[in-house]
């Protein structure tokens, strides 16, 4: 596709409920990152994938929220027993990995709108 | 653990007028990003910077780099309303692919 597409665009669920959100990079891309922006806040880096492994998971808040990217593509990511504060902006992006990592710049798409009840 | 700052946190002003948006980060890093999110809508990438003393610019926006003082700053010249919208910068740390963002400038330009 012509760029990264999330879904659902909105979600409201109520607390408890498990919810999946999708991430489709831009094709071709092997490096695939997860954010989550708070109203009014920077983004808060999540995990990050480097083709189907995820070397870096430190962002993840709780044992609650878990990953997972399959055939270098599609990634989901889900969050169980949903809390308030999980409330927020779910954001994907992608980048192609490029050496030197100068030219590797991410490409975001708009992202999956979280509201928990 | 690397941290990122930046300010203002809001700016209004002026269509015309020149202004600095200031992002300072806590340890070293080799790689800063500028980027633009419109209301509503994604973020885009506007510039990377890598080396101390680059530059970049693109149309009224440029930004530059000092790695010494580990700061960033994209200025703005003659604002025009367009402009209007939250810009972030990130940095990474040397050989790994976690960004950290600052908690972005609100930007509004006033006719």
């Known amino acids: 596709g012509a760029g990264v597409s999330q879904s659902p665009s909105n979600k409201v669920t109520e607390k408890g409920k498990d919810v999946e959100l999708r991430c489709d990079p831009i094709?071709?891309?092997?490096?695939l990152y997860w954010y989550r922006q708070s109203l009014g806040q920077g983004l808060e880096f999540l995990i990050y994938?480097?083709?189907?492994?995820?070397?870096?998971k430190s962002g993840l808040p709780s044992d609650r929220f878990s990953a997972e990217r399959t055939g270098g593509s599609v990634s989901t990511l889900t969050i169980q027993r949903t809390q308030q504060e999980d409330s927020a902006v779910y954001l994907c992006?992608?980048?192609?990995?490029?050496?030197?990592?100068?030219?590797?710049?991410?490409?975001f798409g708009a992202g999956t709108r979280l509201s928990v009840l | 653990e690397l941290k990122v700052e930046q300010n203002p946190l809001f700016l209004s002003m002026q269509e015309g007028k020149n202004y600095t948006i200031y992002c300072n980060y806590s340890?070293?890093?080799?790689?800063l990003y500028w980027y633009r999110q419109d209301p509503g809508k994604s973020l885009e990438s506007l510039f990377v910077?890598?080396?101390?003393?680059a530059v970049k610019q693109e149309g009224r926006l440029m930004a530059s780099l000092d790695t010494k003082a580990r700061l960033s700053t994209l200025h703005i010249t003659a604002a025009v309303h367009d402009l209007s919208a939250t810009y972030f910068c990130?940095?990474?740390?040397?050989?790994?692919?976690?960004?950290?963002f600052g908690t972005g400038t609100r930007l509004k330009v006033l006719a």
């Open positions: 990130a940095v990474t740390t040397s050989g790994t692919y976690k960004y950290i």
């Open positions: 910077l890598l080396s101390n003393g």
């Open positions: 094709s071709g891309h092997t490096a």
């Open positions: 994938f480097q083709g189907n492994s995820a070397p870096d």
């Open positions: 340890t070293t890093s080799d790689r």
């Open positions: 992006a992608s980048s192609p990995d490029r050496r030197p990592l100068a030219k590797n710049i991410q490409y």
